[in-house]
């Protein structure tokens, strides 16, 4: 690859990447508000993770990371009334949450370790997240440790499995329908021949990894509506 090729790469990947954080960001906006858990409404639904996600799965964990990082300092900014803190939290839960997830689906792209790679991330976000929540939610409150230490298994637990499994679905949903767009926008490369051979065997698996996902998501919408007493 000459210099010149490099150089349109770099700038698709970061104009690429640019577009994803805008569009984690609006997201965000559009769904900060919505509380998971009622007994802790500064906990909601934050739909970011997903779109990140697709972006390492495209271009790795360290540009998810990137991501993670850029987000949340927009956020921070912009929407959040956290501050300091708020920034170290999102940082960690979306950075574990895609950083993990990422890497197993970047070394070798198969379905089979994208799925795992979710699973994976959500598993080691919630323990990540019940640490510092321990540490850190006292502090953001202004509630004795005492009193968060029993929300740990109660609400922190939950909360942290229901986003992960939330924007888990979402990313298996949306991943092949942004990549798709992205291609005919060509701000990534066209697939190669051997793509195109089986693309037509692929159809069905991507057909029950949408509907799957799909059933995901709606099953944690009603679980949270339960929780929220709305049903």
Same mark, same amino acid.
């Given at each position: 690859?000459?210099?010149?090729?490099?150089?349109? /790469?770099?700038?698709?990947?970061? /104009?690429?990447?640019?577009?994803?954080?805008?569009? $984690?960001?609006?997201? !965000?906006?559009?769904?900060?508000?919505?509380?998971?858990?009622?007994? @802790?409404?500064?906990?909601?639904?934050?739909?970011?993770? @997903? #779109?990140? @996600?697709?972006?390492?799965?495209?271009?790795?964990?360290?540009?998810?990371?990137?991501? +993670?990082?850029? *987000?949340?300092? *927009?956020?921070?900014? !912009?929407?959040?009334? /956290?501050?300091?803190?708020?920034?170290?939290?999102?940082?960690?839960? &979306?950075?574990?949450? *895609? &950083? #993990?997830? %990422?890497?197993?689906?970047?070394?070798?792209?198969?379905?089979?370790?994208?799925?795992?790679?979710?699973?994976?991330? !959500?598993?080691?976000? %919630?323990?990540?997240?019940?640490?510092?929540?321990?540490?850190? &939610?006292?502090?953001?409150?202004? $509630?004795?440790?005492?009193?968060?230490?029993?929300?740990?298994?109660? #609400?922190?637990?939950?909360?942290?499995?229901?986003?992960?499994?939330?924007?888990?679905?979402? /990313?298996?949903?949306?991943?092949? +329908?942004?990549? %798709? $767009?992205?291609?005919? $926008?060509?701000?990534?490369?066209?697939?190669?021949?051997?793509?195109? @051979?089986?693309?037509?065997?692929?159809?069905?698996? &991507?057909?029950?990894?949408?509907?799957?996902?799909?059933?995901?998501?709606?099953?944690?919408?009603?679980?949270?509506?339960?929780?929220?007493?709305?049903?």
């Amino acid at each position: 690859m000459n210099n010149r090729s490099k150089s349109s /790469t770099n700038i698709q990947k970061l /104009t690429t990447m640019a577009l994803l954080c805008a569009i $984690a960001f609006v997201g !965000t906006v559009l769904m900060h508000s919505i509380p998971i858990m009622p007994s @802790a409404p500064y906990l909601s639904l934050d739909p970011k993770d @997903a #779109v990140i @996600a697709i972006g390492g799965f495209i271009f790795g964990p360290i540009s998810a990371l990137v991501m +993670t990082l850029v *987000v949340s300092l *927009v956020e921070m900014v !912009t929407i959040s009334s /956290t501050g300091a803190i708020g920034l170290l939290m999102n940082v960690l839960s &979306t950075g574990v949450f *895609v &950083t #993990v997830s %990422t890497v197993f689906y970047y070394r070798k792209p198969k379905l089979r370790n994208a799925v795992i790679g979710l699973i994976v991330g !959500t598993l080691s976000m %919630t323990l990540m997240m019940i640490l510092w929540n321990f540490l850190i &939610t006292p502090i953001y409150t202004g $509630a004795p440790r005492e009193v968060i230490v029993p929300m740990l298994p109660t #609400v922190f637990l939950p909360f942290n499995l229901l986003k992960g499994a939330i924007n888990s679905g979402i /990313t298996l949903f949306l991943y092949k +329908t942004v990549v %798709t $767009a992205l291609r005919k $926008a060509r701000l990534l490369p066209k697939s190669d021949e051997s793509e195109k @051979a089986d693309k037509e065997s692929k159809k069905n698996i &991507t057909l029950m990894v949408m509907i799957s996902s799909a059933v995901l998501i709606a099953a944690c919408v009603l679980i949270i509506l339960v929780l929220n007493n709305k049903i």
